[in-house]
């Protein structure tokens, strides 16, 4: 250590980065984290994960008692919205829980370094004007939101914005526009929509929701137009301006083309949210001075340790390959600690669970049924299907939470579970099950001999395997 400054040095503290930092320290390793914003936690804690689903849940609560869902119980209230307050409780979740992770940061005695780092040479970086050299340096920078051409992003104004803008509007929109038909996009629209707006949805592709299953894109198209979402799909923005209206006040007005190609229309709306992906944040950290590339996509490309193509220079979370997911990121940081340390950390990247905390919950691990049909080389009949409605479980039904399914995908000879799907109103803390059954190597099988808890939203699961070889109980 004599040459060095730390063991390890994490560039970024979001979900990847402050827990490579606190896995690290763990395992004795000297270790320093480099943080530019003014509290940990990156986008997930500060301005996404964390912040959206708390107001993701105030909202919930907020149409059940205005929309009857409630009413239908027994239970009659009306309701009455406190934006400020229901704002209020959303920072007050962020401050809580960012603070945790600088409470972690001084029980593990990690040097939190506050400013952006960019490297010097492959094993030093500059942070706030000093020089700091480390043994390894993890890149756990993240990601941020992809702009589109021709529509310019203005947060402060709140007519133009992106996930982060969306999360502070002082007023509900009377329309709202989301640019994407993707799982941010369809949070946040839902947000809004049950605290009153219009929502339209503008999704260049012909279903929502890319990369999930087909049934579970129709389905939820259906859902969202059943709640009130109106969408637009196979079409493109191509230009998005801020103009005045009569009366005083600004509105956007959108210019949309067929995705195909035809004649323009345009859109009135009184706040336009851009939601069409993310892109890693690798600029401004000096790559070229540690020799490092980026590939066609702007990533650093990792072997399977996460180490990239100069030693001891280690990558992990959104600037890598793959889904940009928080959990993914935590999994990484912690498997790129123990590599680091000597001891074998590994993350099973086909068992990756993925969420979208609309209501109801959407979730997905494995494969799609198309991935698994094409996996197979186009033949069907390697793969059996299971599914299982949300409205013939009891639980569901007695909490009035129709909406939805669970379907299983299982190899039609070893029986072993490539995907599972589902739409329900816990489908987020569903999914855990079946990515833990699939990290075991689990057939329907043995899902569907397995004993669930009765009344429970998870025995949609059991049934939907059980489907699998056509034996369910109630449908």
């Known amino acids: ?24 320290a763990q395992l004795g390793l000297k270790t320093a984290c480099a943080e530019g914003r003014e509290t940990l936690g990156g986008t997930c804690l500060n301005v996404g994960c964390i912040p959206s689903k708390a107001m993701l849940h105030a909202s ?10 409630m009413a239908a119980m027994g239970i009659k209230v009306k309701p009455e919205l406190d934006l400020g307050t229901m704002h209020g409780q959303r920072k007050d979740a962020v401050k809580g829980l960012t603070g945790g992770i600088e409470f972690l940061f001084k029980k593990n005695k990690i040097d939190w370094l506050k400013g952006y780092a960019q490297f010097t040479s492959k094993d030093t970086v500059e942070v706030a004007g000093k020089s700091v050299r480390a043994k390894n340096i993890i890149i ?31 007023k509900v929109p009377g329309h709202m526009v989301v640019i994407g038909g993707g799982v941010i996009g369809l949070e946040l629209g839902s947000v809004w929509r049950r605290l009153g707006a219009k929502v339209t949805v503008v999704e260049y592709l012909d279903q929502i929701l890319p990369g999930m299953d087909g049934d579970v ?17 196979k079409t493109k923005v191509t230009k998005a301006a801020v103009a005045s209206v009569k009366g005083g006040g600004k509105k956007a007005v959108l210019t949309l083309e067929p995705a195909a190609g035809g004649d323009a229309e345009t859109l009135e709306a009184d706040v336009v949210l851009v939601s069409i992906g993310r892109r890693p944040n690798t600029d401004g950290l000096g790559l070229d001075k540690a020799g490092l590339a980026l590939n066609q996509r702007g990533q650093i490309e990792t072997d399977h340790d996460f180490s990239t193509q100069v030693p001891g220079i280690w990558a992990i979370g959104d600037v890598i390959p793959g889904p940009m997911l928080a959990h993914k990121a935590e999994d990484e940081g912690i498997a790129c600690a123990e590599n680091i340390a000597g001891l074998t950390g590994i ?3 086909d068992v990756i669970p993925s969420v979208v905390y ?12 198309e991935q698994a049909i094409e996996k197979a080389g186009g033949e069907k009949g390697e793969v059996k299907v299971g599914k299982f409605p949300m409205m013939a479980n009891s639980r569901a039904k007695t909490n009035h939470e129709p909406d939805g399914f669970v379907k299983v995908i299982a190899d039609a000879k070893s029986d072993r579970v490539l995907g599972v799907w589902c739409i329900a109103s ?7 099950q079946a990515a833990q059954a699939m990290e075991f190597g689990a057939t329907s099988e043995d899902i569907a001999y397995t004993c669930h808890a009765h009344p429970t939203h998870s025995e949609a699961i059991k049934e939907a395997a059980m489907a699998v070889t056509g034996k369910p109980i109630h449908i």
């Open 1 to 24: 250590m004599s040459d060095f400054d730390y063991d390890v040095l994490v560039i970024g503290a979001g979900p990847g980065g402050y827990v490579a930092a606190i896995r690290a």
């Open 60 to 69: 919930e609560y907020f149409e059940a008692a205005a929309g009857g869902a």
């Open 140 to 170: 756990a920078t993240g990601s941020s939101v992809t702009p589109l051409p021709g529509v310019e992003v203005d947060n402060d104004k709140q007519i133009i914005v992106d996930s982060t803008g969306a999360l502070e509007l002082a």
């Open 217 to 233: 894109r129709k389905d939820a198209n259906k859902i969202f137009k059943k709640q009130g979402m109106e969408f637009k799909l």
């Open 347 to 349: 993350v099973n990247h």
């Open 358 to 369: 609309t209501w109801p919950e959407i979730a997905g691990v494995g494969l799609t049924e």
């Open 426 to 432: 816990v489908a987020g803390t569903m999914i855990a």
